[in-house]
């Protein structure tokens, strides 16, 4: 990781930099950073501060990067600057080898590292944890803090993750031989065997063993236990389908292991009322017909942060069923800055019930408003023939496959109608707009 500066400049005190003393817990640590992000974001200031606040940004970005990492943090407080900026040179007493490891993330001795190399093993970072949370569509239009309590296996704090009482003397674990790993073999298919090397269940993977009346009373020698901890979320406004919120080192912990990461995978709820593509929104804009005739003003949806978008249409502007209107800047909103989507509003007339003109009065002055009649079409020969309305036929719907027709006739074209829905992916249609 790179220095704060040029050589021979001044290491700046991250303690300070993030406001907070040198005892801080890790949740102090993240709530600090969280509000000086909030302070010194490029988005969040006016533009001529903004080459400024990028600096800032980013040193107190770094400065997280290493307060909240534990043994980054010890380095730190031990050598200061100096162990993350080659330039400065190693300060009196730095392990090149822990150094070299913490700016490349390899290890420098022990299992895995090169051979002949000394120095004690860096421990490796545990498994991270994968969960779905559900997420509403109004949750992802405002943003979205979520705490919750959640059973945790911590390190024994009574006997620091050993699984011994104090002073007591653990021998080798004579199943694994001191090496805390041990081989199986494991079936992985009807006939098929593989062999591979697990922690060994005798010792906990520590290598060490000890006796049923020198085990740690709090954990019973299994060297962690289990805890509930309050942890919080922050889903950020915007958010979408399949992102990962990530809690750093929020997973189990394990003895000689970091512990790895809460990995949450947002899945986005069905909305009843809108449909989003990205950063834009669809809905219908549901109207009567003398709306659709004669234009109207009045509030038509409740958006998903409670407002009323209200619409006004001018008089002789006629709209026809499928018609779109495009609402610009009341979509989804962005992540930087206050920018947001599009809106789509797509037109759904409905109309009167039958006979709700009640008197031929009626009748004959609504077809004097209305356009004429359309003329008959020309033909050798008219044949007057009756009709009936086809239950089985869909009313709001003008898709062939909607209205039945052609079903079981063994036409191709009626089963492609059928294919070509389902590519369209589960019923979702596109809008394309002029």
């Known amino acids: ?125 545990g498994p991270d944890e994968q969960q779905e949370y559900k997420v509403t569509l109004e949750e992802l239009y405002r ?60 010792c906990h993977g520590s290598g060490q063993f000890y006796k049923e009346k020198d085990r740690c009373k709090k954990c019973k020698g299994n060297r962690t236990v289990q805890e509930k901890k309050a942890i919080e979320m922050y889903i950020p406004r915007g958010s979408m389908q399949g992102e990962h919120i990530v809690l750093e080192g929020e997973a189990d912990q394990v003895p000689d292991q970091i512990p790895g990461d809460i990995v949450f995978t947002l899945v986005e709820e069905p909305h009843d009322t809108f449909t989003r593509l990205g950063y834009d929104l669809s809905a219908e804009l549901k109207i009567s017909l003398v709306e659709a005739l004669s234009g109207f003003s009045r509030t038509v949806l409740k958006h998903l942060d409670g407002r009323g978008i209200a619409l006004e249409r001018e008089r002789g502007k006629v709209l026809r069923p499928g018609d779109i209107l495009k609402v610009p800047g009341e979509g989804m909103p962005m992540k930087r800055g206050e920018t947001k989507g599009d809106l789509y509003l797509i037109v759904d007339i409905e109309f009167p019930e039958d006979d709700f003109l009640k008197e031929d009065s009626q009748h004959e002055t609504l077809a004097k408003m209305l356009p004429p009649a359309l003329p008959s079409v020309e033909a050798d020969e008219i044949d007057e023939v009756e009709y009936e309305d086809d239950a089985d036929i869909e009313k709001d719907s003008t898709d062939m496959w909607a209205l039945k027709m052609g079903e079981n006739s063994g036409d191709p074209r009626f089963d492609n109608e059928w294919e070509d829905d389902d590519e369209m992916g589960d019923g979702q249609a596109q809008c394309h707009t002029q």
């Open 1 to 125: 990781m790179d220095g704060f500066g040029p050589p021979g400049e001044e290491d700046i005190d991250l303690y300070a930099l993030l406001g907070i003393d040198k005892n801080a817990t890790p949740d102090e640590v993240k709530k600090a950073y969280r509000k000086a992000a909030l302070k010194y974001h490029p988005d969040k200031v006016a533009e001529d501060q903004r080459a400024e606040s990028e600096v800032k940004f980013k040193e107190v970005t770094q400065a997280y990067e290493i307060l909240s990492d534990d043994e980054k943090r010890h380095l730190y407080d031990t050598h200061g600057m100096a162990a993350f900026d080659k330039s400065r040179g190693p300060g009196p007493e730095v392990d090149l080898n822990d150094i070299i490891s913490q700016m490349f993330g390899f290890d420098m001795g022990g299992p895995g590292g090169p051979p002949g190399a000394g120095g004690p093993r860096r421990p490796r970072k």
């Open 143 to 202: 943003g979205k803090t979520v705490k919750f309590a959640a059973n945790k296996q911590i390190i024994c704090t009574q006997c620091k993750g050993s699984g011994g009482k104090e002073k007591a003397k653990a021998t080798t674990c004579d199943r694994c031989k001191g090496n805390g790993m041990v081989e199986a073999i494991r079936q992985i298919g009807p006939g098929m065997m593989r062999r591979e090397t697990v922690i060994c269940d005798h």
